[in-house]
């Protein structure tokens, strides 16, 4: 296509689809502009409008898809193919939120699909664009760990769904589509996978100990490349709504990404110290967005990796959904 604007749609309007929507109209508009919105609740609809008046509001997918280059999917993930295969039969680019499905063999069965028709697809994995992420790899390359040994994953969360996702909790807190895996586990997962190679799961397990409810701990030991990660989640031991870490180690030393956005060296005492730079999630989430939205602009475009454009391939995300999906089973 050509350089003209690129006209994002949008299918969904909860937590993420909101996210994504005013980092949108805040963008360049010389580089992407908002489409409008649909999502199938009345009541999203009313809050939208409410909201952002200024918004164009679509009376259905397809309505917001004819009126798009490429279709944002923030609604449940049991929906996300089919809003997906929608977008590529009519030639959009579609970028996705996670997971890709919940469905292995489908999701699957859509890469390999995507792959031979060369539909533009990306997965809103927003590590890929993380400023913390870039410190890391720097520290890295500079020999603060010396080869790495390890990866371990913490997650860990007050309560489940996290309080600002307690609208959504019918499904969020689910068996079918929900659970903290699902929703915050796979971008650790993906984080693994970009860094140091292929996912291999090793050993798993789950606790579902509330009838009905999603899951309450995980624990899993896996391999991405060669490396040993160890992945560990658990809901109620944290007085925080929401706490994670993801530690590289080596002989050298450890380097870690803390609360999605804080990358921390270890000093020789023991203690952690933070990049010059480290900004608190809320207010490093508008910067990364940002560099997401770009990479989607390129992507409609078809700028492929040599570009810089390197958002999530939807086989990172059908590999790490796999991985997820699995843990879950138990």
């Not at 996300?80 to 997971?99: D, I, S």
């Not at 069965?109 to 790899?137: H, Y």
């Not at 992945?231 to 030393?253: A, Q, W």
Request: glycine residues 8%; aromatic residues 8%.
């Amino acid at each position: 296509m050509s350089s003209a604007s690129v006209r994002l749609g949008f299918i969904g309007y909860g937590i993420m689809g909101e996210r994504l929507l005013r980092a949108a109209l805040n963008h360049d508009p010389a580089v992407l502009t908002v489409a409008g919105v649909w999502d199938p609740s009345a009541p999203a609809m009313a809050r939208l409008k409410s909201d952002l008046p200024q918004v164009m509001q679509h009376a259905s997918s397809d309505a917001v898809t004819a009126a798009s280059d490429c279709l944002y999917i923030a609604s449940p993930p049991a929906s996300h193919l089919t809003y997906a295969r929608a977008a590529f039969a009519k030639g959009l680019a579609v970028f996705c939120e996670k997971p890709l499905a919940v469905d292995v063999a489908d999701a699957d069965a859509f890469v390999a699909e995507a792959q031979k028709s060369k539909a533009r697809g990306g997965i809103n994995f927003p590590f890929a664009s993380s400023f913390a992420v870039d410190q890391l790899r720097e520290w890295m390359a500079e020999g603060v760990t010396g080869d790495v040994q390890r990866i371990d994953i913490e997650i860990g969360f007050a309560a489940w769904p996290r309080p600002w996702q307690v609208d959504a909790v019918n499904w969020l807190d689910a068996r079918a589509q929900g659970g903290f895996t699902r929703e915050v586990g796979s971008h650790f997962l993906f984080l693994a996978r970009r860094l140091f190679g292929p996912l291999s799961l090793q050993s798993h397990s789950v606790a579902y100990p509330e009838a009905g409810k999603s899951e309450r701990s995980i624990a899993a030991a896996l391999t991405a490349g060669s490396l040993p990660v160890s992945l560990s989640g658990v809901v109620g031991e944290t007085d925080k709504p929401d706490h994670n870490i993801f530690r590289i180690s080596g002989p050298n030393g450890a380097i870690r990404l803390r609360d999605w956005s804080i990358a921390e060296k270890q000093e020789k005492d023991g203690s952690w110290r933070e990049a010059p730079d480290a900004l608190p999630n809320e207010k490093m989430r508008p910067l990364v967005l940002k560099r997401q939205l770009d990479k989607v602009a390129a992507l409609t475009r078809g700028a492929g990796e040599e570009s810089g454009q390197d958002l999530a391939k939807l086989s990172e995300a059908a590999e790490v959904q796999r991985m997820v999906e699995t843990i879950l089973k138990g």
